[in-house]
Each structure stands twice: as structure tokens, then as C-alpha cells.
């Protein structure tokens, strides 16, 4: 078993940027497929952007592709979204969530976080 706790969520005007960090407080990451999802308010969780359990394949959902970027530092149980030239849009709570499998769907994700919210004001 992994406990995962995301952290860095804030209150940031659009166009600033901001990182979270996703640690493993019990376990470890590594030969995890790792993933990030958000879930704004009246909408439905979504996948944002997920790393493989190497570090060496990423994938980006194409409505934060070229802004947000995903990686991952084993030695220090923690995978990181770096956030760039944020909009409005992107306020929501982001969720940081393990799995062994490779895909998009939250269902495939065995563990998760607790959320951390961030805000983005115009």
C-alpha cells in the first residue's frame, strides 16, 4: 500500500504560476504509473496528465498541453505539476493517484490523495 498527499495548492492570478508536489508519506513511488486529475466544481473528475513508471513517458491532456508539465524524482518520493501561464479554468481540486496500469481513466488509478486546491483569479 502507497498513501499519497498532494501539496503547493493556492490562490494564484491568471498568467502566474505555480507546482505541486505529490509525496508518498507511507511507501514508495517507484514502478508506479503515476497520474494527475482535477475536478471543478460541477464537473467531473478529469485526467490531466500522467508519467510512467520510468519517468521516460509522459502524456498531457490537450487543453493544459504546452502550460503544465509532469515529472517525477523517485529518489525523493514525489512526482511534481509544474503550472505556467495558469487560467481561470484551471481552478479545481487537484489529485495526485498511483497505478500499475497504463491509462486516462481515474478508475484504472488504485491509489490517491487527498486533493489540494487551487484557485486561479482573473
Known amino acids: 500500500q502507497v498513501h499519497l498527499a498532494e501539496s503547493g495548492g493556492g490562490l494564484v492570478q491568471a498568467g502566474g504560476s505555480l507546482r505541486l508536489s505529490c509525496a508518498a508519506s507511507r511507501g514508495s513511488l517507484r514502478g508506479y504509473n503515476l497520474g494527475w486529475f482535477r475536478q471543478a466544481p460541477g464537473k467531473e473528475r478529469e485526467f490531466v496528465a500522467r508519467?510512467?513508471?520510468?519517468?521516460?513517458?509522459?502524456d498531457i491532456t490537450d487543453s493544459v498541453k504546452g502550460r503544465f508539465t509532469i515529472s517525477r524524482d523517485d529518489a525523493k518520493n514525489t512526482m511534481y505539476l509544474q503550472m505556467s501561464s495558469l487560467k481561470v479554468e484551471d481552478t479545481a481540486i487537484y489529485y495526485c493517484?498511483?497505478?500499475?496500469?497504463?491509462?486516462?481513466?481515474?478508475?484504472?488509478?488504485?491509489?490517491w490523495g487527498q486533493g489540494t486546491q487551487v484557485t486561479v483569479s482573473a
Open positions: 493517484a498511483a497505478a500499475t496500469g497504463w491509462g486516462t481513466s481515474p478508475s484504472l488509478y488504485s491509489h
Open positions: 508519467i510512467m513508471w520510468s519517468g521516460t513517458t509522459t
